[in-house]
Every structure is written in structure tokens, then in C-alpha cells.
């Protein structure tokens, strides 16, 4: 039998008793991949970014693992809440608008001391001074470096349109205008640069892309590389008690913490490892999350249909930004119809193998967007139900 039909079996045996549409996590892939990140992180923590899990129990598993250290959140409201939890060291990798957060945060002195909140601006510290309503806790804050490759003069623009602030002086004068203001520290600066970590290098079937995508990431590493320390020299010389330079990403790894800038690691996704990070030449990594859908229907030879399952991820619209069937081996899509609201035909020679109340296993194409589908996640390890874990969703929480 090979590993993937060893799993489906494993997967079928723990939850025999249940039915679908269910999603799993394997423990035992998300500790490997938990291994892997550490070990290409050289030594420097690893802060888990929370929207690839959306999970308590998972992100309390993997920070309970030696080399991992701090969360990076996306909402302010989610952040306080982690910080209520008792979550410690919580880093807001996004700027937020949330005046009524920002109240909260200014007049709690347990939030203040574990939650550091992101500016690339004077308007955010504007914001926050407006929203205090009273608090006086201070805010600690964080600075986004702008990652992206400018080549040709400018003219070409590769990476995430986040940050405004890109060169060392920009940077600079933002510190200054943290330390001039009252109720502010400036304890932290972000550099994420998704055009390497979140851009596959080797997709499938396609070797001149891949060639081009490897080009472009050596350049830009190179080029940030020269970037970052100079902006961190800047910076540290207004602030020289900044505690962490936080860089990298899931694909990026091993070449973030290379750098002597940087003093931690941010990765998520790599925990679950989703489809979309099939395709590198950095890391492979154990799929440990999947979710599954009954078959409902077996309306011809070759052809089952399951409920449901039409999960697409956010992005650029594409194929890529779909779930794919991963277990039993050999479905793909009809083209005609895809993956849909409530039901999803599936085709290939294993569908004749199904049967009605069975269940296929599926990969969504990101990490913790699966959970915003499923209230619970259920933890399983080798053929054995661990437990149910509740999900972001699950215990109420939509931050998005």
C-alpha cells in the first residue's frame, strides 16, 4: 500500500463513526512539519502566524515545542482575545483601524504588555491617540518595511503592495516621530517578503516559469538581504532597544534566518502545508490538514458526486485557488462544473471504488482559510481520534 492510500485508511478508521463533511488535522504531520520549520530556522524562533491555524489548541501545541515563540495575529480583536487567553507575546502583523480595540488595548495593562500593533504611518499613531478614550497603557508598536523588488528604475514592481516605507531614512523618521510621541514604543520592525516565501518555485509542468520564479527570488533575496540591514542599522540607531526584526515566511525560511538582521522567523502555513505550497525546491512538507465530503450521488461509470466542497481560497482568481481531491487517488473535477456550493462531481476510474456515504479527502489550497468552514477541527494521530478542537469559528470568532 503506498503512504497516500496508508493514510486514507488511517483517516477512514479514525472517524468511521462520524460523518462528513468533517476536517482533521494528522498530529503526527503537523509535529514533522513543526520539526521542519525549527530546524530550517537555524536557531531563531519561529513566531506562528495565527490565520494559517485559527486554532487555540493547535497554536498552544506548537508554541508548547521548543524553537517556536510568539504569535502573529491579523485583527486587532483577535489579538486581545489571544491576549485574554493568555497568549503572552502576540504581534499584529497588519495595520488596524479598530477604534474601539484600540480603547480596550490603552486601558488594559495585561493586553498593552503582550499585544504589539503594526504602523507604516503618523496617521495610524493619529488613530490610536483618538480612540484611547481615556486609557493611558502604552502602545506598543511595530514597523512594516516594504519587501517588494523594484527593477528597471522602478518601473517593475515584484511583491505585496503593503507598506509605504522602503528605504532606510523613511524608516527612520518614523521612528523618531514613535519616540517623540507620548504613550508609544517602538519594540519591534516586520519586513514579509511574500514574493519568495509565498511564491512556489517549481510549479508543476511548467519549467521556464519555474526557471524565471528561481531568477526573481535570487535577486530579490539578495537585494532585501543589502535592504533590511540597512534599515535596521537606521532604525536601531533612533531605537537601540528594539526587541525582534521579524522576517521570512513558510518558503523563505532557512534563508530569512540567514540573515544577521533578523532575530525571528514568522511561518504558518508550513504547519499545515496546503497545495499551495507543493511546489518549492526550499522544503517539502506532510499535508496535515484535510477535510472530508460524503459521496452522495453516483450518477454514472467513472463519476461520484459529494456534497458540497466548493472552499476556494483568497488570491487572484485561478485554479490554483481551489480545493483538489487528495484522497482516494485519481479524481479530478469536472471542468464543466467544478467545485460547487453543494455538490461537486468528481471523476476518474477510483470513483468507481465508492460508495454512497463514503468519503473523500481534500486539500484546501491555504492553510487556516479551511477553517473558516468547520467549527471544529479533529486531531488525530496514526489511526486514532485524539480529540475535537474548536476552531476560530467554532468558538464564535469571524474576525474577517
Known sequence: MNPRATDRARYDRATAHLDAPLALVDLDAFDANADDLVRRAGGKPVRVASKSVRCRALLERVLGREGFAGIMSFTLAESLWLARAGFEDVLLAYPSVDRAAYAELAADPKSAAAVTVMIDSTAHLDLIDAARDGGREEI???????????????????????SPLREPAQLAELARSVARRPGFRLVGLLAYEGHVAGVGDAPAGQPLRSRA???????ARKELAER???????????APELE???GGGTGSVQYTAAEEAVT???????????????????????PAALFAQPVVRRPGVGVVTVLG???????????????VPYLPEGLRYDRQEGPGEVQTPLLGSAADDLLIGDKVWFRHAKAGELCERFDTLLLVEGDRLVAPAPTYRGEGRTYL
Open 309 to 323: 466542497g466548493g472552499y476556494p481560497a483568497s488570491g487572484a482568481a485561478g485554479a490554483d485557488r481551489l480545493p
Open 228 to 238: 533590511r540591514a540597512a534599515v535596521v542599522r537606521a532604525v536601531r540607531a533612533v
Open 140 to 162: 506598543r508598536v511595530c514597523l512594516e518595511l516594504d519587501t517588494a523588488l523594484r527593477l528597471f528604475g522602478g518601473r517593475v514592481r515584484i511583491g505585496a503592495l503593503r
Open 244 to 246: 525582534f526584526v521579524n
Open 213 to 219: 520564479v528561481r531568477l526573481m527570488q535570487s535577486v
Open 264 to 286: 525571528e522567523i514568522a511561518a504558518g502555513s508550513g504547519l499545515f502545508v496546503p497545495r499551495l505550497f507543493d511546489n518549492y525546491t526550499s522544503f517539502s512538507g506532510r
